[in-house]
């Protein structure tokens, strides 16, 4: 996809109402971008371009694999954004599934989940205004002053159906993103979720797929049945390129008021 398709579909999503625009993340997959491995773009660069031709669309990765970057790296780069698109980037971060990837970088795979735990530890340390010393199992530091701290902290999604997943967005996250299986198995994850986050708020979100085979009535009904099963926000994957745009004006139309498009986010394979 061009850049000058990326940006227009991100300006076609805010002109629709749509709350959210998420970009993949692959450092170095061992297939051809695609519909497995997204789109050629490094989501934070690119997120920082669609920013500053948009004024009030949010900005996400979903996601971005956390234990392929330095986290140190990764907040800096990430509070940069916080601040210059005003306010409008959602951190969605994963474990990854790819070991081929991980080989190829030279990461460890067999211990990303809890290297991302230790990942979402320091980010919320840093984002939430914490300074040296910090000490914790991976990522320790001594010294170091952290600027720009966020106002208000970048919110962080945080992905995935199984206990680890929901263990992992009831402690860190501020949102959780479902896999879809059904409207009454979200519901009961999305309750699990409640019981494991405690007192801590976390939306439970969910992300969806439209290739376009099937009519856009039936995705609208899907969205409704996840927002009645508890969903408060759900993101339609436009899994294939050809014809996105189209999708998005149709979904936005087919959505009955009071379910709009606002609480809809579009995910690109770009």
């Not at 227009?8 to 170095?28: C, F, K, N």
């Not at 320091?122 to 966020?150: D, I, K, M, N, W």
């Not at 929901?166 to 994850?189: C, H, N, T």
């Amino acid at each position: 996809m061009s850049v000058a398709a990326l940006v227009d579909l991100a300006r076609a999503a805010e002109h629709l109402g749509y709350a959210t625009a998420w970009l993949p993340d692959h450092v170095l997959p061992p297939g051809e971008y695609g519909a497995t491995f997204g789109g050629v773009y490094e989501p934070l660069v690119a997120i920082g371009h669609l920013a500053a031709v948009t004024e009030r669309l949010r900005l996400g990765t979903s996601v971005l694999v956390a234990p392929l970057r330095n986290p140190f790296v990764l907040a800096k780069q990430v509070a940069t954004l916080h601040h210059l698109s005003a306010g409008r980037v959602v951190l969605g971060l994963g474990v990854g599934w790819s070991e081929q990837e991980f080989d190829a970088v030279g990461a460890e795979y067999r211990n990303r989940g809890a290297v991302t735990d230790d990942v979402l530890a320091l980010l919320r340390h840093l984002f939430e205004a914490g300074t040296a010393p910090y000490r914790a199992r991976r990522f320790s530091y001594q010294h170091g002053v952290f600027a720009p701290v966020p106002e208000g902290g970048v919110p962080i999604m945080v992905g995935g159906n199984s206990d680890a997943a929901l263990r992992r967005a009831a402690r860190y996250a501020d949102i959780w993103q479902g896999i879809p299986a059904s409207p009454v198995a979200f519901a009961e994850r999305a309750h699990r979720l409640a019981e494991l986050a405690g007192e801590r708020n976390v939306v439970a979100a969910l992300r969806i797929g439209w290739d376009g085979a099937v009519p856009v009535e039936q995705i609208a009904d899907e969205v409704a049945a996840y927002r009645a099963a508890g969903a408060t926000r759900v993101a339609v994957h436009f899994s294939a390129w050809d014809g996105t745009r189209e999708r998005m004006e149709a979904l936005a139309g087919a959505l009955a008021p009071p379910l709009t498009a606002h609480h809809l986010g579009a995910t690109s394979g770009a």
